[in-house]
Antibody, heavy 119, light 107 residues
Framework: QVQLVESGGGVVQPGRSLRLSCAAS????????MHWVRQAPGKGLEWLAV????????YYADSVKGRFTISRDNSQNKLFLQMNSLRAEDTAAYFC????????????WGHGTLVTVSS | DIQMTQSPSSLSAFVGDRVTITCRAR??????LAWYQQKPGKVPELLIY???ILQSGVPSRFSGSGSGTDFTLTISDLQPEDVATYYC?????????FGPGTKVDIK
């Protein structure tokens, strides 16, 4: 079955960088767009970024544009999120999610990795 | 960017009640709307897409309707396992914004 496993979270100081990974299995990774979504503690869901199946297009939320970069390695079935210039308000659980395939909603989610930005 | 709103922000109802949650888009998004259920401490799960199509495996007591700017999620026979926060999400164009959520619990 579809499995998405995030890693790379942790505690980081403001202004520093972190790279998240999402390992995918149980489906043909290269056929699907992939997203990052986050959820601050006790708050709602915030969509962050998408990469198309062939990485030909990426889109970002305004809140992370210019600071975060989504990428993927289809040979390794992995999705990445490079996060630079981190701020306290970036503290959240970060989920990778699979695009349905023909539309930008999410039919499978990982369990998330927690990022805490604090000095 | 197209903003999404939801009402109410929370509700409490009896087991067996019919519950309706409203989601509104500030601009026409046709039927490019999905609904998710997030149970306490769990990952969100897709309930409905294209405003009214039930995802495989979702109980038939869940239904969605609407088009354009106004959408509803209905739970026809509320069950204890439906305690969760429900989010709408528009996918007409990027950014693929979520609504703020509606928390549902049992009286």
């Amino acid at each position: 079955q579809v499995q998405l496993v995030e890693s790379g979270g942790g505690v980081v100081q403001p202004g520093r960088s972190l790279r998240l990974s999402c390992a995918a299995s149980g489906f043909i990774f290269s056929n699907y767009g992939m997203h990052w979504v986050r959820q601050a503690p006790g708050k709602g869901l915030e969509w962050l970024a998408v990469t198309w199946s062939d990485e030909s297009n990426t889109y970002y939320a305004d809140s992370v544009k210019g600071r975060f970069t989504i990428s993927r390695d289809n040979s390794q079935n992995k999705l990445f999120l490079q996060m630079n210039s981190l701020r306290a308000e970036d503290t959240a659980a970060y989920f990778c999610a699979r695009d349905h395939g023909v539309a930008y909603y999410f039919d499978s989610w990982g369990h998330g990795t927690l990022v805490t930005v604090s000095s | 960017d197209i903003q999404m709103t939801q009402s109410p922000s929370s509700l409490s109802a009896f087991v067996g009640d019919r519950v309706t949650i409203t989601c509104r888009a500030r601009q026409d998004i046709s039927n490019y709307l999905a609904w998710y259920q997030q149970k306490p401490g769990k990952v969100p799960e897709l309930l409905i897409y294209a405003a009214s199509i039930l995802q495989s495996g979702v109980p038939s007591r869940f239904s969605g309707s609407g088009s354009g700017t106004d959408f509803t999620l209905t739970i026809s026979d509320l069950q204890p396992e439906d305690v969760a926060t429900y989010y709408c999400q528009k996918y007409y164009t990027a950014p693929f914004t979520f609504g703020p959520g509606t928390k549902v619990d049992i009286k």
